[in-house]
């Protein structure tokens, strides 16, 4: 097990520690039970959150316990904001939360052998709880000054806006769930992202408290960034999610299917489960031949089939194939196609007209007279058939699945036309 954190470093996913050496010890020594959080404030985990999860998973494959702690508590206050309050969601909604996310988490652990994950509910041991159990029990042991040195806390009291006392009260909450799974499973070991860190030693310091005898640990994962300087796991359509109906698997495999070239060997050795040799050729690829985005390639496959499943990875890169020409449109099933042709330019009519009037409303060309230039020059195809007649005007029964149009201009500029009517 001692191996594990060489091999957590190796990839990058160790940016906080509280004592590596005591912590190599630990593994040593025997099985160590460990657990992350994820607080149910939206109806599915994204890909930030994903990280999590495969370094639960790598952890569990080494040898350790894993606690995978879904806080139907803590999703109903949410962890402080850097610039402004939560929205608070009424209980029922975050109980739903709370099985949507529990499902997401499932696939990626096991739950038999000696080391079998345990779900659980930071609910359990706070909803019995008085405000004044609360204060005396946990309360006593928060020291005020401290809790203002926390980055976010600190950011929101220089703010306008300010803080809630529900919000600056997130960490004791934090806190007392180490404490509990201290208690009822000997966990001794919390995993989370770096700007968690000062909840996870929240957590160490009232263990220390209450249990002096106790040998604890945090241990945190970089806070993945993009080299163009936005946020990672962002889109222009908001967060990537781990829900297929939130983002479709097509927007989520085109999504690390276009990761930076900068960006990529990272993102392969924080989330891809081949090995170091695997890995190091994949950079050597993208380094020797960064056009053919082979490791973008690979990360995309892998990932989308372990989050979505095989299946729909197939579906995903047959569609990908086909709109650029290479397999068929028309074998492709509608939802599938539907959901590619939602990522790229498109528009929708009441009826068909001529092909250059669609190519230049939806923008593949600046003008009509662009678009007949165009035709003689080979270069408009639509559903991958070449089109050599400027006058040519699809029929109804061109449409893929009675609905659409799939327009290219050249190899790789795609647009999409909708019939809704008619």
Request: hydrophobic share 40%; net charge negative.
């Amino acid at each position: 097990m001692t191996d594990i954190v060489d091999e957590l470093k190796w990839r990058g996913l160790i940016a906080l520690s509280t004592d590596e050496d005591a912590l190599r010890k630990a593994l040593a020594d025997g099985p160590v039970t460990f657990y992350c959080g994820f607080d149910p404030t939206a109806a599915s985990l994204h890909i930030g959150h994903l990280v999590q999860v495969l370094t639960m998973r790598r952890l569990q494959l080494a040898g350790l316990r894993p606690l995978a702690l879904v806080g139907g508590a803590t999703g109903q206050i949410g962890d402080p904001r850097p610039t402004a309050e939560r929205t608070l969601n009424d209980p029922e909604t975050v109980a739903n939360w709370v099985n949507r996310l529990r499902g997401q988490i499932e696939p990626f652990l096991s739950f038999e052998g000696e080391n079998a994950a345990v779900m659980v509910n930071n609910l359990d041991w706070t909803a019995g709880m008085s405000a004044i159990e609360f204060l005396r029990d946990i309360g006593k042991h928060f020291r005020v000054n401290k809790m203002l040195t926390k980055d976010s806390v600190a950011r929101r009291l220089e703010s306008e806006e300010g803080i809630s006392y529900t919000e600056f009260s997130y960490q004791l909450l934090q806190g007392m769930d180490f404490l509990e799974l201290y208690r009822r499973y000997g966990c001794t070991l919390q995993q989370g992202g770096s700007d968690q860190w000062g909840n996870l030693t929240a957590g160490l310091d009232l263990i220390h408290r209450l249990e002096p005898h106790a040998e604890v640990h945090a241990m945190a994962t970089p806070l993945m960034t993009k080299a163009d300087g936005t946020k990672f796991g962002k889109t222009e359509g908001g967060a990537v999610w781990l829900d297929a109906e939130m983002t479709t698997p097509y927007a989520f495999y085109q999504f690390w299917l276009n990761t930076d070239d900068r960006d990529i060997s990272a993102y392969m050795r924080i989330l891809s489960f081949k090995s170091r040799e695997e890995l190091e050729e994949l950079e050597k690829i993208t380094e020797e031949r960064p056009q053919a985005r082979t490791a973008q390639r690979a990360l995309a496959e892998e990932l989308t089939t372990l989050v979505h499943g095989a299946d729909q990875t197939a579906a995903v890169i047959a569609a990908s194939r086909a709109l650029f020409g290479q397999g068929e449109l028309g074998e492709l099933d509608a939802t599938t196609l539907s959901a590619a042709l939602s990522e790229v330019p498109h528009i929708q009519v009441a009826e068909l007209g001529p092909v250059v009037d669609l190519f230049a409303e939806v923008g593949l060309v600046p003008s009509k007279s662009a678009a007949r230039r165009t035709v003689k020059e080979g270069g408009v195809y639509v559903n991958n058939v070449k089109v050599a007649a400027e006058d040519a005007v699809p029929a109804k029964e061109d449409l893929l699945h009675g609905r659409w149009l799939v327009l290219r201009r050249g190899k790789k500029n795609l647009a999409a036309v909708e019939v809704t009517a008619g």
